[in-house]
């Protein structure tokens, strides 16, 4: 009799541990599926481009300056066949997001890194664009770099320009 029961008591645990393990992979499955495994998802952005001459980058609805260096998943809607939506890495490779024919929703996967990043219209370029702060860089480096057009000279002070021409 006690070695019935003794069995009985194994199989009894042996069930009540099968049945917990199969209840924790249930549980990571669907934990993954409705995005709790989010430690490897991409966060995402939205970003616009017309219509008119507005180009923004949108985080949970909001203007961003700066982010996190990470891995972003970019929603751009371009509203208007006059406009492209580019952005690089300062000093880096452009990537175009749309082109400038394009009128539509397009997403991509980019891995931002530290650094200033731009992003621009390249037909208007020197009126449509914004920068990035990524990973703690500063957008003021980023200004003192960027040189302006001087309209065709060749770096002397001319008529009417800002750097002290008469």
């Known amino acids: ?37 989010s430690s490897t998802s991409a966060t995402a952005l939205r970003g616009t481009v017309g219509p008119g001459f507005t180009i923004k980058v949108t985080k949970a609805g909001k203007v961003v300056k700066r982010l996190p260096a990470g891995t972003y998943r970019l929603t751009v809607s371009d509203r208007s066949a006059a406009h492209n939506f580019e952005i690089e890495r300062q000093g880096g490779k452009s990537r175009d997001v749309t082109s400038v024919s394009f009128v539509g929703t397009k997403t991509v996967t980019i891995r931002l890194t530290k650094g200033v990043w731009k992003f621009y219209c390249e037909p208007h370029e020197s009126v449509m664009f914004g920068r990035l702060a990524v990973g703690g860089a500063s957008l003021a480096s980023a200004r003192a770099t960027t040189t302006a057009d001087d309209h065709g000279g060749h770096g002397e002070p001319e008529p009417g320009d800002d750097r002290g021409g008469r």
């Open 1 to 37: 009799m006690q070695a019935t029961r003794k069995v009985n008591e194994k199989m009894l645990i042996r069930s009540f541990t099968a049945a917990i393990a199969a209840a924790v992979v249930a549980l990571a499955v669907v934990a993954t599926s409705l995005g709790g495994g």
